[in-house]
């Protein structure tokens, strides 16, 4: 098989696929390889020496979420001891925000890709500022993780199985429709998933715990986009593992790393070292508190969402910094580095061309043009949290280096 003919085959797949929430259920009964003292994180592989602050506070969240440890010397004890388990979150059909921490005990959207039969994990959306995917653990973050695990998920839970699940990227095309990029902008498609989900949460819930729901998805604003990272990881691993395709089915940061797997190249991961953000900052914080990038929210952009689609999203450049312009020449740009458009998700003010999709690790290194992400930047110091927002570029290092491998590989 030629490689044109390999990435039409991965970007076939990716497009046929289907992101179905389907359900809420604990890590431990449904993520695959999960222990008792599993701690999944996003990006590729770190190991707890070189984890960056506000990894190592949202590790310290959790293990006192799981009662492992009670204050972060204990936590760091338990590290150096060997007595966590640390893996990618993406080794396990999971997926998360900033440091992206899951653990056994935490509740997590199962988003069914239905054509693929692939099943995808993320933990519920806890709202911005101070909360723990940034490294925060205060008692504010610790009470407001307990609601959310063990009172909102039931109710949550019970809608969507009164619903019947709810059909993400049909709510994804929407919304593209209506000014969001679905990464650092998601007011339509919050407002759409809310919209789907309120007269089920009403037939099965009380007023009480109801309204509360409601009002927290409402005022979060992003509650919506960890079931779309789970739901676009399931929609790109379909494309993974076809031969001779070099397309990225990931992009994925640690706060130490950025990393890159390539469809031809399995689970392999391309690394370099994690760029700073050019971003805007909440009062009182600068550059000289921020943490190099990180997360897995880059997924969005991988699958044509975020930066890719940002010209429909003027109004996110008052976010994370820029302007229309600059929206309008980055999705642009972006389709220097992709093999192909997406079907379904159109951008209205380019005449509904479809998203750039496919980034191709031979155009990147042929241009010289690597994928823009638009994020939200996290404090270097744990127990801090959200300090601002902005836009960092995948290292180059990274596609030079897959490039490489794939040259070596199709040599042999």
């Given at each position: 098989m030629s490689i044109n003919e390999a990435n039409k085959k991965c970007l076939e797949k990716i497009q046929e696929s289907t992101a179905i929430w389907s359900d809420i259920r604990p890590a431990k009964d449904v993520v695959p390889g999960m222990s008792e003292r599993t701690v999944l994180h996003a990006g590729p592989p770190v190991a707890w020496n070189q984890m960056c602050g506000p990894m190592r506070g949202s590790i310290i969240g959790a293990c006192i979420f799981e009662g492992w440890a009670s204050n972060p010397e204990e936590v760091a004890q338990l590290a150096e001891n060997g007595e966590l388990e640390f893996d990618s979150s993406h080794h396990h059909h999971a997926i998360g925000p900033m440091s992206g921490i899951i653990t056994p005990s935490m509740e997590v959207n199962v988003v069914t890709n239905t054509v693929h039969g692939i099943e995808t994990y993320a933990t519920l959306y806890m709202g911005i500022g101070k909360v723990l995917r940034h490294g925060a653990f205060d008692d504010e973050v610790m009470a407001k993780l307990r609601w959310m695990n063990y009172e909102l998920a039931p109710l949550l839970r019970n809608a969507l199985h009164h619903a019947g699940g709810i059909d993400l990227k049909n709510i994804v095309t929407q919304a593209l429709q209506m000014g969001d990029e679905l990464h650092n902008r998601n007011?339509?498609?919050?407002?759409?998933?809310?919209?789907?989900?309120?007269?089920?949460?009403?037939?099965?819930?009380e007023q009480s715990e109801v309204l509360k729901a409601i009002d927290f998805i409402d005022k979060a604003g992003h509650f919506i986009l960890n079931t779309v990272m789970a739901g676009?990881?399931?929609?790109l691993d379909a494309g993974a593992h076809i031969k001779d395709s070099t397309i990225v089915t990931a992009i994925a940061r640690n706060g130490y790393e950025t990393g890159i797997r390539v469809s031809g190249l399995g689970d392999k991961w391309f690394t370099a070292p994690a760029p700073m953000i050019d971003g805007v900052y909440f009062p009182g914080f600068g550059p000289e508190d921020a943490n190099p990038d990180m997360g897995d929210s880059a997924i969005a952009e991988t699958i044509g969402l975020g930066s890719f689609s940002m010209v429909g999203a003027p109004a996110v450049v008052e976010y994370i910094g820029g302007t229309a312009q600059?929206?309008?020449e980055t999705t642009l740009k972006m389709y220097e580095i992709t093999a192909g458009e997406h079907e379904t998700y159109k951008l209205p003010p380019i005449n509904f061309r479809g998203a750039p999709l496919g980034v191709d690790i031979r155009?990147?290194?042929?241009?010289?043009?690597?994928?823009?992400?638009?994020?939200?930047?996290?404090?270097r110091r744990p127990g801090i949290g959200q300090i601002g927002a902005g836009l960092t570029a995948t290292p180059m290092a990274c596609f030079t280096a897959a490039l490489e491998a794939f040259a070596c590989r199709k040599e042999k």
């Open positions: 007011k339509a498609s919050n407002a759409l998933l809310l919209t789907a989900l309120v007269q089920h949460l009403i037939s099965v819930g676009s990881k399931g929609m600059f929206a309008l155009k990147v290194v042929e241009t010289g043009i690597t994928p823009i992400i638009n994020t939200g930047i996290a404090c």
